[in-house]
């Protein structure tokens, strides 16, 4: 029984925690008075939220420490489960008592801005300041994980279990509770900094801070229709660029940077792998536009670079439309959303270390058949904790992981062409865009989009950022706890 009130007390946590988040935006009233309208959207849901979560964190309050390692092992993944869905459900009241969006439309955008995934049903040019902020806090939050915010503030005994079920795979220092600090510490800084050089560019001060905030969590939410192409300015783009793959690196590895390990961070196979492809995708795609849109070679390349580090940071901000682009190019452009950022960072998709574990292991299937079949190989790879053994164990999760990752982004694909009567090529743009959290669109995706299509997408935007199998075990554990209660009542 006292585990089960541990686990009520966590989630009390959690409810405060989501509580204060959602109203945080009416600080921006005191800089935009006519949003004193919205106050009332904002502090109802908080105020509710918080207060639950006291009664809860009350009422289930542990009175020992005693807890039972495998019971919260079992139920971490479910406790994560819980608090990302009450976050997307009490993160899209705010949309929906204001009156700017439907039920439906709400719970959109708020699964969006929590996921960081950055398609959006709102027009931004006719939203209120307070709104604007508000999605691009979400994705700033998000990209952290409400559990890696709870751990930062609150620490148990079952912290461990909880960071691990959120799909973190780092731990920086031996405190898992000042791992999380050191995170947001890093995270805050990068805002402050990207923050002030965007002004220094010239970018208006609030634009300025919503584009950190989502550039750094590989958001892609923007204050203009047409992205961080509206500026026209390549000094913008270029720190844009750099804020996106800071974003898309792994915490590990900017920790590294932080301490001046170089010959550390250049030894990183994600790394690497990162700057082979886009060795390997900038020119083709670069020749591409410059043939087909009738671009200057410079000027194609501007717009390639800075896309093709949008879809594979997962970040979604873009240049120009993709409406007229070459299906080659938008081919490659569905290639680099799935393939996604680093593990341990803020990006979506399948991750590059994967991708990168799953090209070696093709090597290795093909050295296999040329050579001995006595030989005895062992491969490693580098990570920002240094060199790993490539072993049978990581090998299956990667080649699961890869597999289920593609079956259900076929589907989602194949679902999105009967709902919206899209082509093939168009569906798999947008879902390969909800499901590796990106935010580039295609065009299917604004106020007018049918329901249907934004029920897949949402679904795409949660498996992508809980990483597929945080679900399914959340899921199993739900049922598997259902169960358990109906047969104790039958017995």
Not at 321 to 339: D, H, Q, V
Request: with cysteine; aromatic share 12%; net charge positive.
């Amino acid at each position: 029984m006292e585990n089960k009130f541990k686990e009520l007390n966590n989630i009390g946590k959690l409810m405060i925690l989501i509580g204060l988040l959602v109203a945080v935006p009416v600080v921006l009233i005191l800089f935009y008075p006519n949003d004193i309208q919205f106050f009332s959207s904002f502090v109802i849901p908080a105020s509710v939220s918080v207060i639950l979560g006291l009664i809860i964190g009350i009422i289930f309050r542990k009175k020992n420490d005693e807890i039972e390692s495998q019971y919260i092992s079992r139920n971490s993944s479910l406790t994560v489960l819980f608090a990302w869905f009450y976050g997307f459900f009490l993160g899209s009241i705010p949309f929906i008592l204001s009156g700017q969006l439907t039920y439906l439309q709400g719970l959109y955008e708020s699964v969006s801005g929590w996921t960081t995934t950055g398609l959006s049903v709102m027009d931004v040019t006719v939203t209120s300041p307070i709104f604007l902020f508000y999605r691009s806090f979400m994705q700033f939050c998000g990209g952290l994980g409400f559990i890696m915010m709870m751990i930062m503030i609150i620490q148990g005994k079952d912290s461990m279990s909880l960071y691990n079920a959120e799909g973190h795979p780092d731990r920086l220092m031996p405190n898992i509770k000042r791992t999380a600090q050191v995170i947001f510490n890093m995270y805050s800084f990068f805002l402050i900094v990207g923050t002030g050089m965007y002004i220094i560019l010239g970018m208006p001060a609030f634009d300025s801070m919503l584009h950190a905030m989502s550039a750094l969590s590989t958001g892609g939410f923007s204050t203009q229709s047409d992205s961080i192409g509206a500026y026209q300015s390549v000094s913008i783009e270029a720190l844009t660029i750099l804020l996106m793959i800071i974003g898309t690196t792994n915490f590990a590895v900017l920790l590294l940077l932080a301490k001046r390990k170089f010959s550390q961070i250049f030894k990183v196979s994600e790394l690497r792998f990162f700057g082979v492809l886009l060795f390997i995708f900038v020119p083709i795609i670069t020749l591409s536009l410059s043939f087909e849109l009738y671009l200057s070679m410079g000027e194609s390349f501007r717009h390639t670079i800075f896309n093709v580090v949008s879809a594979l940071s997962t970040t979604g901000y873009s240049t120009l439309g993709y409406e007229g682009w070459p299906a080659a190019s938008i081919g490659m452009m569905i290639i680099l959303m799935a393939i996604g950022g680093g593990l341990g960072s803020t990006a979506g998709g399948i991750k590059l270390t994967r991708v990168y574990l799953m090209i070696r292991v093709l090597g290795f299937n093909i050295r296999k058949r040329l050579s001995s079949r006595r030989s005895v190989n062992s491969s490693f790879y580098h990570s920002a904790q240094g060199k790993r053994l490539i072993d049978q164990d990581l090998i299956s999760d990667t080649v699961g992981f890869i597999a289920f990752y593609l079956i259900i982004l076929f589907t989602g694909g194949i679902l999105i062409t009967w709902t919206s009567g899209a082509t093939l090529t168009q569906a798999m743009f947008e879902f390969a865009s909800s499901l590796g959290t990106v935010g580039l669109s295609i065009g299917l995706t604004g106020p007018d989009t049918d329901g249907g299509t934004l029920i897949i997408q949402m679904l795409g935007m949660i498996l992508g950022r809980l990483e597929i199998f945080i679900v399914l075990i959340g899921i199993y554990s739900g049922a598997s706890s259902i169960k358990y209660k109906l047969h104790e009542a039958l017995q």
